[in-house]
């Protein structure tokens, strides 16, 4: 009992002061812990580490049962596969049987998108130990702050980032301009790559060009390139995840409307000429609503 409780109160300990979560997802976390260490208890589990992958098949059944959407399902797994990556991060285990879990299809899931907290996970993973680490991490940091299109990360130019303002002048579809912020935490990081890193690798490749995001033969990424960054750095993360660089966006419009944002500004903040386009997101956000509704209501316990 106590290894449970040890284990999990380092992690929670870990979310609030290392990665800075919010109470509310904290709680959310810990929640999932506590009803998968009780089902542990019942198959008489003692430990995080005795877990292997034909008893979370078995823990996976268990919560079919409970009638839970897939949506709710996955999420579940997501913060135990935390909770498994930051014990194996610490030596208190030896694998990580979660890797070995798929997530379920979630129908209603479009267009596909991250939690928040899986979002800030996948971006606190990135290795930016190289230049191309710090590369990576500098445009999938900008990718998820400013909301941008493949095809707009891979355009962009120096002159188009105002770091005085913090915006970004976007060339977007149809010749449609528009102008977009982007985070002190991303600004650090681009800054550093681009005065830096990039300067660097177009140094030793003899290269001149304006393109921000350089391959490492300092020429201009292609939205190929980018593609294969993504899922190279999701591999690393959690290779049963399925991200794509336009997740990115999604979720960027996601957590805005989440956080309360005019759908009118989130329209213009992605470029949409028609408010039709952004409406989609609002299907999901009241779906998350209710889920958050219906797992808080007294009534509903």
Known sequence: MSKFKDDTNAYLNYLQYVKNYSTLTIEGYQRDIQE?????????IEDFKEVEYPFLRGYLAYLH?????????????????????????EELIDDNPFLLVSSLKEPQR????????EMIDLLD?????????RRNKAMMELMYASGLRCSEVVSLQLSQIDFSRQFLLIHGKGGKDRYVPFHDYAAMWLKDYIENDRQEIMMKNH????????????KTLTNRGVEDIVNRVVKNYDPTKKIHPHTFRHSFATHLLEQGIDIRIVQELLGHSNLS?????????????KEVYEHAHPRNQ
């Open 36 to 44: 998968f260490i009780q089902y542990c208890h019942q198959e008489n």
């Open 65 to 89: 049962t409970k009638n839970l959407s897939p949506k709710t399902i996955n999420h579940k797994m997501s913060s135990l596969r935390g909770l498994y990556r930051y014990l194996q991060k």
């Open 110 to 117: 479009q267009p596909d998108f991250l939690y928040i907290d």
């Open 125 to 133: 993973s990135i290795d930016t130990h190289t230049s191309l680490g």
């Open 207 to 218: 290269q001149e060009h304006e393109f921000v995001f350089v391959n490492k033969f300092g």
């Open 277 to 289: 386009t952004t409406q989609v997101y609002t299907h999901i956000t009241n779906q998350h609503l």
